[in-house]
């Protein structure tokens, strides 16, 4: 191994005796002072950061202790928000069960597609890369289109799907695609995978660049096998950063995933079918004005999610080993 | 680095998917009831599709050299060569009140309508202004007809001799106390029958003008003022003088200085500016006057007068109303083949000595300037201001001075804009125009001109048929020509002082033919689809052999002849037009699809057939934009006859001129301030204001800020000024919570009022029983007192100032605050429950109260009415169904047919649940024993039986009568597929206007179908009730002057405002910006038909409303997963719905008791 000296970067090397001297708090000021610019370089991000993601989060935290309405003055009401939404709110657990399928299905899947068709379009000559790579992305940046779900199983009878199972002499009656229970799931389903390639599949196009092309000559001096132990022992613990954020995508992804439900299905979805915890939030924040059991609902999904991001950091530790 | 094929493969497979996902995407972008229930007959429908045309009309009574019968001339000779009727007392007395009223003694014939009373002293107050001859109007009465709208009018005429008859009428435009724009329009029978479908609806015209003349008179004229008449166009400042007159604002003024030896008077026409130089659109009045009418066409397809066949003997004549009253004052027959005749211009040349009469000097030139016009015909025949040229006069790069005529609308056949003037020598004249048409490409539009007065008589006519077709061709840029029909230009005889009117009507010309023949295609081209629907469905099988030459043979033939007949007329264009636009190309690729259909013996049909549908909206457009004829006038020059090509005003600026001016107006588009438009003087920050916010498009919120400044406008009437602003939908409830919200909120929808109010969000501006009104903390006492007081009181505010009716200054009476207001000129607010009482309907009330409160005042208000296709109703030879026992016995006749009726279930389940008798709430029916002000929305009504009945009812129309649930409703309406669709009023009407274009005419609209209840006497009862929605205008907390802000609320819901916006919104954004505003007043004056009007009003009569309280929206969702259920998965309907109510209910009662209200668990807790 090269040396490579960290030290050369520290100025002082004395620091530690002076660190001695101090209390925490005091030696901590001191570095600020001492590196004041790159705290003021970082200050605006910073700044945005608390005002719109740590204080709303916050915020959540305490309106789920209220009855807040949107409109009056909230009255603290302890737990009682989050003792109804265990207890006596069927529909909540109904949208759990739903949400956890959801994510269950929608996120690994998705994962696991951007992974392996940006590893097959990594594959290509470079300027037929960039063509393939914008035709997959396109779905994702395109906005509302997959509104084309909603014409392609339209429950009107000239809806594509009807139509062709009509004329096919199938079914007599149109189906009513996203206003059939027996339907809607698995639907919004496919329609979440088909629009999940995005970010995540980028990043990971781009995780498959930075790769050192020595690596794997080095490797098939060491005897590597075949492709996939390429994959396994080399390619992918590579880019791990490049994963770590591309499943925290999935996560959010896959567990945020109501609008598209709401555009496909309306509002709510049929029997609740597809009524995720995305949904039962906006219901009670949005139609029904109960902020404090809406952010209960918040603070609940926020939990769910920072526990699969710490599994998902686990298992993706596994990786290579 | 090898790449496996395995690789490659997934990489196509995967790409080809996606790609091809794309692709589609992409591809897919681009593309309470007593009376009510009208509805036509089958025999009227079918009479109305059935109408001869004039044109066959008059092929009746031609003889074997195509002549018509003219009257002997013998005969005439002794009445003096017409045939005049004796309004007054040939008039039928053939009604009932006619005898016994005293009114009958003037003359007027007052109709058994409600709204006789109101014509009556409309009539007495048309008459009080005017006097003619220097009669009185009692004198004047005796020998004039009033005619309502709603009355018809017959005269009895022994015509002398038999043969075709010009009818000539003299009516006055009376004004009406709305500020109705329609024009005058009545029926014309003879002997008591439509002689032909043009006679359905003849148009006489009002007379509009700018109110914005003034004569000065008893000038001196000063030694440098030149004799006669001079037109100078001046830009002055507020106290600048010119000629003798001073000027009171800053504007754009015209002077029409006339000089008579020492004597001199000025002509004064002013457009005011605002404090930045824009133009102020003056305010446009109805001028009421006498007009003589040759009964003619308004569709713009025959250019000569009607001609009308009389036989020798009695015969009567009459005028049906439909639309706006008119006093009638002669009606003459003059027999054709007289005077009457229009000449040509060759014959008019010669009958007035033209070819003897000498050119005029150059210096003789006349310029109007187009944005000054004297009269027009509608309200929406406006002047506006055009940037797009700096050589058009004037012009200002940065600001919108008006300097042209006809930027908005003025393009229908009929409509025209008049302009009066003078000329200083006697002679030969030619007259030329700086215009701009743009609108038709490769094709021309057509002005007919008229004229008034010296050898043209006193009335308007054109001098000479050609004039009918005075032409301007298409340019992207702006033109300067000489007037005439493309082969001459006219040559016109003036006289030196002579008072001329020139009116420049919208008229086809030479176009009407060809496209008339068009649009007989298209009726032939659809009657055809219409049959080969019925037999294939809308998406026959292209491999199926459908034998149509032996089953349609006349329809094959007839495409085969359409196909020909377009291919002819596009070619006609062409030669005519001497170019081929676009325009033309349209009609050449569906005369192809036809030829290629009938060929083969229709094998090409099948796979044709939506193509065909779609080809026929493309031909139905193309007609609409035909027939308009879109013209932006400049200037109008009157020449010498004799001026050359360079005496024409300059139609383009030189190159370095219009560069110059688009730097200049791109620099100054920085500095606009676009919220001080309109602003007559600099804002004062102490000046009451009442801030506004409406969340609607900007041409919308346009028309507000103009109606606001106008003459009765808010600002006009009470000297308060109005911030209005334009914000997103979303935008009032952040701005409520940060209490940085308006006064006034214009459109918010009623679950939403309901909504805030119970969150005390927003302001309560009436209640049933003051007493009972109750503050609710949000408001300190003070406040809410002066809330109280002022929406319980009537306030005048006269000059400025408010004053309560009990305390008017300086001993005025109230009847005299009565006289201001009258005039315009105070304004007076009404108390709450007062003015809501005499404007809506009961059911729109009922949606924004809550608890005994009223939050808002209505302003929008729709519903659900039937749509039917009269002629697919006519081929099936069924009425309209008047009730759902009808409708449904017409279901196995459309299904056989192919076609089936659109109804969505949502709206179904609400409206045959409150027909039949039922209703969403328990206690919370007024006109109902159990109606409990305090338990109203405490538990659903949808468990008692009459609600189970409705609800499975409804749910066994899609399940058992296949009705479908999911359809697009104008597409199938268009298509033919479902004749009879139920949908929302104003959008269907909307879409179909502008949508459907090639069945305009074929369709109407009338109240729901009814549920028929047996009552106890035995008789049948139908109730026909639709379910309205509301939306309102709402005051909110923080306002800054109760009185003005309530004021506000109270002008913009008027029904002389409403109905105003409206037509505004027609005249800017076309017939497909209908308005639906809830004021029942405010139907009368916007531009629906009489027929249409009835039907609105039909079932604006049978309305019942859903209230949204708390808890009110778990109840469509669940009523929808019992619907579902029932439709999906065959589950008992009723079944399924009781497996909600308790839910339903657990519900209601949870959100009720959040806010305190009194609750119940089950119905029996109240009993």
Known sequence: MPEISNEAAVETPVRPTQRAEMTKWQWTWKEIKRNKTAYFMLAPFFLLFIVFTILPVFLSMLLSFTDFNMLEMPNIVWFENYSRLFTNDEIFILACKNTLIFAAITGPVSYLLSLLIAWFINELPPKIRAVVTLIFYAPSISGQVYLIWATLFSSDSYGWVNATLMDLGLINAPILWFKDANYVMGLCIVVALWTSLGTSFLAFIAGFQTIDRSMYEAAAVDGIKNRWQELWYITLPTMRPQMMFGAVLAITGSFGFGGVVTALCGFPSVDYAAHTIMHHLDDYGGQRYEVGYASAIAMVLFVIMFASNIIIKKALSKVGE | ?1167
């Open chain 2, 1 to 1167: 680095m090898k790449r496996t094929v395995f690789q490659k493969l997934m990489c196509l497979v995967l790409s080809v998917t996606i790609l091809s996902g794309v692709l589609a995407t992409t591809a897919f972008a681009a593309n309470g009831s007593a009376e009510g229930g009208y509805r036509p007959s089958l025999d009227e429908m079918k009479s109305y599709l059935d109408a001869s045309s004039y044109e066959e009309y008059l092929a009746e009574y031609r003889d074997e050299n195509g002549d018509l019968p003219i009257p002997d001339p013998q005969v005439l000779q002794a009445l003096g060569g017409i045939v005049s009727i004796d309004v007054v007392n040939d008039l039928k007395k053939e009604y009932s009140d006619y005898a016994e009223n005293a009114e009958a003694s003037y003359g007027i014939v007052v109709s058994e309508s409600k709204y006789s009373a109101n014509s009556y002293d409309d009539y007495k107050e048309a008459w009080k202004n005017f006097a003619e001859d220097g009669l009185t109007y009692e004198e004047m009465a005796d020998k004039t007809v009033y005619l309502s709208p709603e009355s018809k009018g017959t005269w009895d005429v022994d015509v002398p001799a038999t043969g075709m008859y010009y009818i000539r009428i003299k009516y006055f435009n009376c004004e009406t106390t709305q500020s109705g724009i329609s024009a005058i329009e009545r029926q014309l029978l003879i002997n008591e029958a439509i002689p032909f479908t043009e006679a359905r609806s003849l148009k006489f015209n009002k007379t509009w003008k700018y109110n914005f003349v003034k004569t000065v008179e008893g000038l001196t004229a000063a030694s440098g003022d030149k004799q006669g008449t001079t037109t100078v166009y001046e830009q002055l400042d507020a106290g600048d003088t010119y000629s003798g007159v001073t000027v009171e604002s800053d504007g754009y003024y015209k002077f029409v200085i006339t000089v008579e030896g020492t004597k001199k008077s000025v002509k004064l026409y002013s457009i005011d500016g605002d404090i930045n130089g824009n133009s102020i659109t003056p305010d446009m009045v109805q001028d009421s006057q006498w007009s003589t009418y040759y009964c003619q066409d308004t569709t713009g397809y025959y250019n000569e007068y009607f001609a009308f066949y009389l036989q020798e003997g009695p015969n009567t004549i009459g005028l049906k109303g439909q639309r706006e009253p008119m006093i009638v004052g002669a009606i003459d027959l003059i027999p054709i083949g007289s005077d009457a005749d229009i000449p040509s211009y060759k014959d008019f040349y010669a009958a007035n000595g033209l070819a003897s009469k000498k050119p005029v000097s150059s210096d003789a030139k006349v310029t109007i300037e187009a944005e000054f016009p004297d009269y027009m015909s509608d309200n929406s025949v406006t002047i506006g201001g055009d940037n797009s040229s700096s050589a058009t006069t004037p012009s200002s790069p940065s600001s919108q001075i008006f300097n042209t005529i006809g930027k908005l609308s003025y393009s229908t056949v009929g409509q025209w804009a008049a302009y009066t003037f003078k000329v200083n020598e006697t002679g030969l004249y030619k007259m030329s125009m700086r215009f701009k048409q743009n609108a038709l490409q490769g094709m021309y539009v057509c002005r007919a001109l008229k004229l008034k007065g010296g050898i043209y008589g006193d009335s308007a006519a054109v001098p000479f048929k050609e004039a009918y077709n005075t032409q301007f061709d298409f340019s992207d840029d702006w033109q300067s020509q000489y007037l005439g029909d493309g082969n001459q230009v006219f040559e016109f005889y003036f006289e030196e002082g002579v008072e001329y009117t020139m009116y420049l009507e919208c008229s086809l010309g030479s176009l009407k033919e060809l496209i008339k023949r068009v649009e007989d295609a298209m009726k032939t081209v659809n009657d055809c689809y219409l049959r080969i629907l019925q037999l294939t469905g809308a998406t026959p099988d292209e491999n199926y052999n459908y034998k149509f030459q032996e089953t349609l043979p006349m329809d094959l033939i007839a495409l085969a002849e359409q196909a020909k007949v377009l291919a002819d007329t596009a070619k006609a264009f062409e030669e005519l037009c001497g170019t081929k636009g676009s325009h033309i190309a349209t009609l050449e690729t569906v005369a192809l699809l036809l030829h290629n259909m009938s060929a083969d013996y229709g094998w090409e049909i099948a796979a044709n057939m939506s193509n065909l549908k779609s080809y026929l909206g493309t031909l139905g457009t193309w007609i609409n934009d035909s027939k308009k004829s879109t013209l932006i006038v400049d200037s109008i020059t009157i020449h010498s006859s004799n001026a050359s090509e360079k005496a024409l005003p300059k139609a383009k600026a030189g190159f370095f001129g219009s560069v110059w001016f688009e730097i200049r107006s791109f620099f100054a588009s920085f500095f606009t301030d676009y919220d001080s438009m309109g602003l007559r003087e600099e804002p004062n920050d102490d000046a009451v204001s009442v801030e506004v916010w409406i969340a609607t498009g900007r041409d919308q919120s346009n028309i507000w800020r103009a109606l606001i400044d106008s003459q009765q406008g808010f600002t006009n009437q009470t000297g308060k000024a109005v911030k209005l602003k334009l914000v997103t939908g979303g935008t009032l409830l952040p701005s409520i919570l940060a209490d940085k919200g308006p006064d006034v909120y214009i459109g918010l929808d009623s679950s939403s009022i309901i909504n805030y109010a119970i969150r005390n969000a927003i302001v309560g501006v009436g209640a049933e029983d003051y007493d009972k009104w109750q503050n609710n903390g949000k408001m300190t006492d003070e406040e809410f007192n002066e809330l109280k007081t002022v929406v319980s009181n009537t306030y005048y505010t006269i000059g400025g100032k408010d004053y309560r009716a009990d305390q008017l200054p300086n001993g005025m009476t109230v009847a005299q605050a009565e006289a201001l207001v009258a005039q315009n000129k105070a304004f007076k607010s009404v108390p709450y429950m007062q003015i809501t009482g005499e404007r809506y309907v009961p059911a729109a009330m009922d949606t924004i109260r809550l608890l005994g409160v009223y939050y808002g005042i209505p302003s929008g208000m729709g519903f659900a009415m039937m749509f039917y296709r009269s002629d697919i109703l006519a081929e099936l030879g069924r009425d309209i169904p008047d009730t759902w026992t009808e409708l449904m016995a017409l279901l196995p006749d459309m299904q056989a047919n192919n076609m089936s009726i659109g109804l969505s279930y949502g709206a179904a389940i609400n409206f045959i649940l409150y027909q039949s008798g039922g209703s969403m709430w328990r206690y919370a029916d007024r006109n109902k024993d159990d109606y409990s002000p305090e338990y109203e929305g405490a538990l659903i009504g949808l468990d008692t039986n009459v609600a189970k009945a409705a609800f499975s009812w409804v749910t066994r129309l899609y399940t058992e009568f296949s009705f479908d649930v999911s359809f697009d409703a104008s597409n199938r309406f268009r298509t033919g597929e479902m004749p009879i669709v139920i949908s929302e009023y104003t959008s269907t009407y909307n879409t179909l206007t502008v949508y459907a274009t090639e069945i305009n005419g074929l369709w109407g609209f009338c109240a729901l179908p009814g549920w028929e209840h047996e009552e106890d006497d035995g008789t049948i009862r139908i109730d026909y009730s639709s379910i309205c929605s509301i939306s309102a205008t709402i005051l909110l907390h923080g306002y800054s002057d109760a009185l003005s802000a309530w004021q506000f609320m109270q002008w913009q819901t008027r029904e002389d405002i409403q109905s105003e916006y409206g037509n505004r919104m027609v005249a800017i954004l076309g017939p497909s910006a209908k308005y639906e505003s809830a004021n029942t007043l405010a139907l009368e004056g916007m531009s629906w038909t009489a027929d249409e009007l009835t039907a609105i009003r039909d079932q604006m009569d049978n309305l019942y409303s859903i209230v949204n309280y708390p808890g009110s929206y778990i109840i469509g969702r669940y009523t929808e997963f019992a619907f579902l259920a029932a439709v999906n998965d065959r589950a008992d309907p009723v079944e399924a719905l009781m497996g909600y109510i308790d839910a339903i209910n657990d519900e209601i009662y949870r959100k009720r008791a959040e806010f305190d209200m009194p609750v119940l668990e089950k119905p029996s807790d109240l009993e």
